[in-house]
Nanobody, 118 residues
Framework: QVQLVESGGGLVQPGGSLRLSCAGS????????VGWYRQAPGEQRELVATITSGGTTSYADSVKGRFTISRDNAKNTVYLQMTSLKSEDTAVYYCNSVRESPMRLSYWGQGTQVTVSS
């Protein structure tokens, strides 16, 4: 059974930092493209950061320079390091793994809540 399990969310003050983890089981995370998404109340889910199977990273403009996505192949885990957090970063954060070949496979985690508030 394939599972992606996010952890690391919580309550943090503006300007603070958090590191989210997305641990895979039943899949080899490094052969997938993995994205971190977030969804705030009443908003659509948005893509925050991605890391491809080849290790290429990309970021939404709103988080560029503040968030860093990385992968630890030995731990089969993808991380999202978040710094200089703002109230507008408050959302449920989800990880998603996708591969297109030999057939399209996509898996989502259950989400972890991040709340930025003083």
């Amino acid at each position: 059974q394939v599972q992606l399990v996010e952890s690391g969310g919580g309550l943090v003050q503006p300007g603070g930092s958090l590191r989210l983890s997305c641990a895979g089981s039943g899949i080899i995370v490094r052969v997938y493209d993995v994205g971190w998404y977030r969804q705030a109340p009443g908003e659509q889910r948005e893509l925050v950061a991605t890391i491809t199977s080849g290790g290429t990273t990309s970021y939404a403009d709103s988080v560029k320079g503040r968030f860093t996505i990385s992968r630890d192949n030995a731990k089969n885990t993808v991380y999202l390091q978040m710094t200089s957090l703002k109230s507008e970063d408050t959302a449920v954060y989800y990880c998603n793994s996708v591969r297109e070949s030999p057939m399209r496979l996509s898996y989502w985690g259950q989400g972890t809540q991040v709340t930025v508030s003083s």
